[in-house]
């Protein structure tokens, strides 16, 4: 008897469409991966397209309701081509809650690449990311801008000075013959006391360095925010959580940069 119960136990388990063992796994059979990968290719160069527009939003943890209204909303613009998630899609890091806001932001028209968060980097987070949307540094360029993501998230590795990865970033931001701008993306902003207090400087100089250097752009405060840590003119800026159902068009034309915030 209860050899036969415990093979009814094992076939339904073998069943089940899903079953997480633990809040710590990092994948199972219906993941996602390397989503960045998969959207940059569908996305393309932009090799013949003047105006670069595209979203940025950020901290969708916690909000997926709203995440299925942010798809409508963009949706319904015209002339986007592309989204930016700036981190913050989990609250604890874990893969079902990673899977939720991927799979509901499968219902955007235009192509979407994300950005790891503080939050996304709790438990086994790093890895879960990792596995669905690929490296933690990445590039990529579009309509002849050079787009730098990088992790920011100073205080998940308790301020050891290699986060973010100011080398890698000045390696990137390198001039070439076929990039006419630059603009950096992150989720933690250098005014944050999560960003590592000792390579501020470094970091925006970095920037300010850059010839056609045009936006940092951040989330993770949950408001919007413009300003200037420097003379630089070069502006930081930082969108708004999804929970405040706001999100920044930004457009880049002539290399110029402008930003529009959209309500939903």
């Known amino acids: ?106 219902d955007l028209n235009p192509p ?8 996304d980097e709790t438990a086994r987070g790093k890895e ?32 050891n000075g290699q986060v973010p990865n100011i080398p890698w970033l000045k390696n990137e931001l390198k001039p070439s013959p076929d990039i006419k701008g630059f603009v950096a993306i992150s989720h933690v902003p250098v005014n944050s006391e999560d960003f590592d207090p000792l390579l501020i400087k470094d970091y925006t100089t970095t920037f300010a360095e850059t010839p056609g250097f045009l936006a940092s752009l951040n989330a993770h405060a949950h408001n919007y925010s413009l300003y200037y840590p420097d003379d630089s003119g070069i502006p930081y800026v930082i969108t708004s959580a999804v929970a405040n159902k706001e999100f920044l068009v930004v457009q880049i034309v002539n290399n110029k940069i402008s930003f529009e915030r959209v309500y939903f």
């Not at 569908?42 to 309701?65: E, H, Y």
């Not at 979407?112 to 939050?119: D, E, F, K, L, M």
């Open 1 to 106: 008897m209860r050899i036969f119960l415990l093979f009814l136990i094992c076939a339904a388990l073998a069943s089940c469409n899903h079953f997480e063992f633990s809040p710590n796994q990092t994948f199972d059979r219906l993941s996602l991966k390397d989503v960045n990968a998969t959207n940059l290719k569908r996305l393309g160069n932009g090799a013949n397209d003047d105006t670069v527009t595209f979203v940025l939003t950020g901290d969708s943890q916690k909000s997926r309701d709203e995440t299925v209204q942010f798809c409508k909303a963009v949706n319904a613009i015209k002339g986007i081509d592309f989204v930016v998630l700036d981190g913050d899609i989990t609250e604890f890091g874990v893969l079902k809650e990673m899977l939720w806001i991927s799979r509901t932001l499968e």
């Open 112 to 119: 979407y690449v994300a950005v790891i968060g503080n939050h």
């Open 128 to 159: 879960t990311f990792k596995h669905m949307f690929g490296e933690l540094d990445y590039s990529f360029v579009y309509g002849g801008i050079k787009f730098v993501c990088h992790d920011s998230n100073s205080r998940e590795y308790n301020f």
